[in-house]
């Protein structure tokens, strides 16, 4: 795989240029993510009242850990710090492996997934921004309109599409991750369908499929997504700043276990080739371990681990 190109410098952000969007969305296309957004999310609305007394098991509570795990690792080691930014080498069969992983997650294609997330680094809290909170303004309403806006309606409610061509040469090249971008429908489907056969043939039973599929493939994608989104929208938003950023990037503890460690969105953005992003004490980072662990089997090499020097030089002090 080819290196992720540079993003430009936070400092010589500027509106996007027009290379950067591509033709509007069909209206079809922007009901479909619209129903994507919203169908899990009253699945979880439902989820409550449903369980209590009945409709969940732990063979439910398996199925939709396991699935949580691979496809919320597939976004963030996968997605997020190899193939946008490049923290370390994958050797081919993890990188296959952590392309169908993050698709899993249904938070769109890995090559639409990079693209959209590049272009967020390069403008981050500046205009071009595909999902800044700060878009609107900083009173109270304004803050409140662009956290919706940044956490989901960015998704549907945008009418540009972020040119991959700009964003992602890199994967456009990569023949494995074009077939598998090409293949997400198919995916999608696994990913949905997969933990009900599983709770069918595990209870043997029409009625566990249904529950299956209710908590470890609705459920789950919902939770997953409203984990993933709220980087975009809380983590810009309110938290602490232990690192020198020129956006609005912060850290947000109670986020760090359910996002595999995403949320420690300061030091990211302050380095965002680093391969762990939690590197202060007590800041728990799964992605990174993960990631460890993959070097230590010889699948991942080049892991840009933190560099001492470079974080002291960019500490906020205290």
């Keep these: 795989m080819t290196a992720a190109p540079e993003i430009a410098p936070e400092n010589t952000r500027r509106g996007p240029e027009p290379e950067i969007l591509e033709e509007k969305r069909g209206r079809a296309e922007r009901y479909t993510v619209f129903a994507f957004v919203f169908v899990p999310l009253l ?45 370390y080498k994958a050797n081919r ?4 492996v952590m392309a169908i992983a993050g698709s899993m997650a249904i938070e769109g294609g890995v090559i639409k997934w990079v693209a959209d997330h590049r272009r967020h680094h ?3 809290d500046h205009e071009g921004d595909p999902h800044s909170p700060w878009r609107f303004g900083e009173d109270w309403r304004s803050v409140a309109k662009g956290l919706y806006y940044a956490h989901m309606a960015w998704l549907y409610l945008d009418e540009q599409k972020t040119s ?30 997969a933990p009900a056969v599983i709770g069918g043939l595990v209870t043997m ?22 984990v993933t989104w709220s980087i975009n929208s809380i983590c810009h938003t309110i938290g602490e700043e232990n690192f020198e ?18 949320s420690w969105h300061n030091l990211h ?19 990174a371990r993960v990631i460890w662990a993959f070097e230590k089997f010889g699948w991942a090499t080049k892991v840009r681990w933190p560099n001492a020097e470079r974080l002291a030089a960019k500490r906020v002090q205290a």
């Excluded at 069969?93 to 296959?96: A, E, G, H, S, W």
């Excluded at 566990?208 to 209710?214: I, L, P």
């Excluded at 950023?245 to 995403?262: C, Q, T």
Aim: proline residues 4%; positive net charge; aromatic residues 14%.
């Design 93 to 96: 069969p993890l990188k296959i």
């Design 245 to 262: 950023v020129r956006d609005r990037s912060r850290n947000v503890w109670w986020l760090a276990i359910p996002s595999f460690g995403e």
């Design 122 to 124: 390069k403008y981050a």
């Design 269 to 287: 953005h302050a380095d965002p080739t680093c391969a762990r992003h939690g590197v202060l004490k007590g800041q728990i980072d799964i992605s």
């Design 164 to 193: 991959p061509r700009r964003f992602a040469p890199d994967l456009l090249k990569d023949k494995d991750l074009v077939r598998i971008d090409k293949w997400f429908g198919a995916i999608v489907a696994f990913s949905l369908l």
């Design 43 to 87: 699945a979880v609305a439902a989820a409550v009242p449903f369980a209590w007394g009945w409709g969940l098991s732990w063979t439910d509570v398996a199925i939709g850990a396991v699935f949580y795990v691979i496809s919320g690792l597939g976004i963030t080691v996968g997605f997020h710090r190899l193939f946008t930014h490049g923290s």
């Design 205 to 226: 039973s029409w009625w566990g499929a249904v529950t299956a599929f209710f908590w470890a493939s609705l459920v789950r994608i919902a939770l997953l997504h409203h």
